[in-house]
């Protein structure tokens, strides 16, 4: 069926590496992502989103890869800071439905 | 939270008891959602509203009933049918329907347990 998944629940990464968090999806007419972040006790927060017709996308610190070809997605973060320290939620809006579906989450833990 | 507002933060049901949670946004968006959360788990569609006075059921909406009157408001109800109500409830808003040209803006969510 459908679905949008992360291959990692934990992800625990040392103050200054980079992490590299990632996503698995299912459905070839999905043409938007998005990566969320959210932190205990609030709602998600937009950090960066990528259209199908791209393969890369750089924000600050952050940068998206999508690779149709294998329906992977991943978010890797630079030097990565103790604010980082979150759920990482990726979510995919498939063509012409207007609803986003979103993939169980990896929690991302930045060890000083 | 850009924008929208739930409550109660923290909100507590007995057996066969129904309860409102609240979102109201003063983004003046047409589109509003009710997702759920479980811990370790994304986040699944109840209801989502993309126009005054029109809502349409999401994957799980068993056990819960929304209305939309005013634009800024998307109550949800849990019923009393909704024999797993424990959970977090996120309210989250667009301005329009999400065609990826729309941000997906969220609220800070409601804890919902059972006594």
């Known amino acids: 069926g459908e679905s949008v998944g992360l291959h990692l629940p934990t992800l625990s990464v040392q103050e200054g590496d980079n992490s590299i968090i990632n996503c698995a999806y299912s459905?070839?007419?999905?043409?938007?992502f998005i990566w969320y972040k959210q932190e205990s006790g609030k709602g998600p927060q937009f950090i960066i989103d990528?259209?199908?017709?791209?393969d890369k996308r750089q924000g600050q610190r952050v940068t998206v890869l999508l690779n149709k070809t294998v329906k992977h997605l991943s978010l890797q973060i630079a030097a990565t800071q103790p604010g980082d320290s979150a759920v990482y939620f990726c979510?995919?809006?498939?063509?012409?439905?207007?609803?986003?579906?979103f993939g169980q989450g990896t929690t991302l833990q930045v060890k000083p | 939270d850009g924008g929208i507002t739930q409550s109660p933060k923290y909100l507590f049901r007995k057996e066969g008891q129904n309860v409102t949670l609240s979102c109201e946004q003063n983004?003046?968006?047409?589109?509003m959602y009710w997702y759920r959360q479980d811990p370790g788990q994304g986040l699944r569609l109840i209801y989502y509203?993309?126009?005054?006075?029109?809502?349409q059921k999401g994957d799980i909406a068993e056990g819960y009933s929304v209305s939309r009157e005013k634009k800024e408001s998307f109550p949800l109800t849990v019923t009393s049918a909704q024999k797993n109500p424990t959970a977090f409830y996120l309210c989250?808003?667009?301005?329009?329907?999400?065609?990826?040209?729309?941000?997906?803006?969220f609220g800070s969510g409601t804890q919902l347990s059972v006594l």
């Open positions: 989250a808003s667009s301005a329009g329907i999400l065609t990826g040209n729309e941000k997906l803006f």
């Open positions: 459905n070839s007419a999905s043409d938007y």
């Open positions: 990528i259209r199908s017709n791209m």
């Open positions: 979510a995919e809006i498939m063509r012409n439905t207007g609803k986003l579906i």
């Open positions: 983004l003046n968006h047409d589109a």
């Open positions: 509203s993309q126009i005054v006075n029109d809502f």
